[in-house]
């Protein structure tokens, strides 16, 4: 078997077992159709059913079909004792056999309780079969067996199956609701967080200082505090030069005419130093 088969039914097999509860082993009922076309290409049906399944199988065939063989023809000696071989299962119609199509169907019923698998040639039959979720359909074509793939049913139940185990039941819900009742739940809407640029640290930020109003201006205001803010930056204002006492003023004078008196002196050292050269150049 190639190995994009095996994958297919590795897929297939694990849906069924998942969804619909299949085990090993997988309980194959047989037609008279099947194992006439087994026995014509000579294939060896207990291995290859096997293989195709991924596991171990249970072939089974009932008195309806062992019935219907003896009455076609005499020939068929071989299909009756091929299908000997295999178990019997029990069904309604001994006294009254019927065809092997009618009693699969009714061994089977609406929703095959008991994970029956059918291997048959008929293709009415197959088609009936597709109408009912969860049944594993065989059928041989050219000396290769094949199991065919999930119908439209079968994916519609498993899809449901698997939302009944995801979802929480009716009781479930029903307990979780009568638990929460009793929980008070904080209705408050949480609060917006405010967007845009922050405001600086206070700690960050410098005190304001009181200041005093001069007496020169004739204000309403005379004589109040006003607050003002200092600026950051370490230059003092302009007005604070001009505000200084006339002491202040004094001592910059006083260094400007020392300065002056200390560069007269340096001149007249210099002229000193050039007549002593020339005197000794002459002396000389």
Same mark, same amino acid.
């Given at each position: 078997?190639?190995?994009?088969?095996?994958?297919?039914?590795?897929?297939?097999?694990?849906?069924?077992?998942?969804?619909?509860?299949?085990?090993?082993?997988?309980?194959?009922?047989?037609?008279?159709?099947?194992?006439?076309? &087994?026995?014509?290409?000579?294939?060896?049906?207990?291995?290859?059913?096997?293989?195709?399944?991924?596991?171990?199988?249970?072939?089974?065939?009932?008195?309806?079909?062992?019935?219907?063989?003896?009455?076609?023809?005499?020939?068929?000696?071989?299909?009756?004792?091929?299908?000997?071989?295999?178990?019997?299962?029990?069904?309604?119609?001994?006294?009254?056999?019927?065809?092997?199509?009618?009693?699969?169907?009714?061994?089977?019923?609406?929703?095959?309780?008991?994970?029956?698998?059918?291997?048959?040639?008929?293709?009415?039959?197959?088609?009936?079969?597709?109408?009912?979720?969860?049944?594993?359909?065989?059928?041989?074509?050219?000396?290769?067996?094949?199991?065919?793939?999930? #119908?439209?049913?079968?994916?519609?139940? #498993?899809?449901?199956?698997?939302?009944?185990?995801?979802? &929480?039941?009716?009781?479930?819900?029903?307990?979780? &609701?009568?638990?929460? #009742?009793?929980?008070?739940?904080?209705?408050?809407?949480?609060?917006?967080?405010?967007?845009?640029?922050?405001?600086?640290?206070?700690?960050?930020?410098?005190?304001?200082?009181?200041?005093?109003?001069?007496?020169?201006?004739?204000?309403?205001?005379?004589?109040?505090?006003?607050?003002?803010?200092?600026?950051?930056?370490?230059?003092?204002?302009?007005?604070?030069?001009?505000?200084?006492?006339?002491?202040?003023?004094?001592?910059?004078?006083?260094?400007?005419?020392?300065?002056?008196?200390?560069?007269?002196?340096?001149?007249?050292?210099?002229?000193?130093?050039?007549?002593?050269?020339?005197?000794?150049?002459?002396?000389?």
């Amino acid at each position: 078997m190639r190995q994009k088969r095996t994958k297919q039914y590795k897929r297939l097999m694990a849906l069924y077992s998942i969804s619909f509860g299949f085990r090993e082993p997988y309980q194959i009922l047989v037609d008279s159709n099947f194992m006439r076309t &087994a026995l014509r290409y000579k294939m060896d049906i207990s291995k290859q059913l096997c293989t195709v399944m991924l596991g171990n199988t249970k072939q089974l065939y009932t008195s309806c079909t062992l019935a219907e063989v003896k009455d076609q023809s005499k020939d068929e000696f071989g299909t009756e004792n091929a299908l000997k071989r295999f178990e019997l299962r029990g069904c309604i119609h001994r006294h009254k056999p019927v065809s092997s199509a009618e009693c699969i169907l009714s061994i089977i019923g609406p929703d095959n309780p008991h994970n029956y698998c059918v291997a048959t040639q008929n293709e009415s039959l197959r088609k009936r079969f597709r109408a009912i979720p969860g049944i594993p359909l065989l059928y041989i074509n050219r000396t290769v067996l094949i199991l065919e793939p999930p #119908s439209y049913a079968t994916l519609q139940k #498993s899809k449901k199956i698997e939302n009944v185990k995801t979802h &929480a039941s009716v009781e479930e819900l029903s307990f979780l &609701a009568k638990a929460n #009742s009793d929980i008070q739940v904080d209705t408050e809407k949480p609060k917006k967080k405010r967007k845009g640029p922050k405001e600086p640290n206070p700690l960050s930020c410098k005190k304001k200082k009181m200041k005093v109003l001069p007496q020169n201006k004739k204000n309403s205001e005379m004589g109040k505090i006003s607050l003002t803010n200092e600026p950051t930056s370490k230059k003092r204002k302009y007005d604070d030069y001009e505000n200084n006492d006339d002491s202040q003023s004094q001592p910059q004078e006083n260094n400007n005419e020392k300065s002056s008196i200390d560069n007269n002196n340096q001149l007249n050292k210099k002229k000193r130093k050039r007549k002593r050269k020339k005197s000794n150049k002459l002396k000389n």
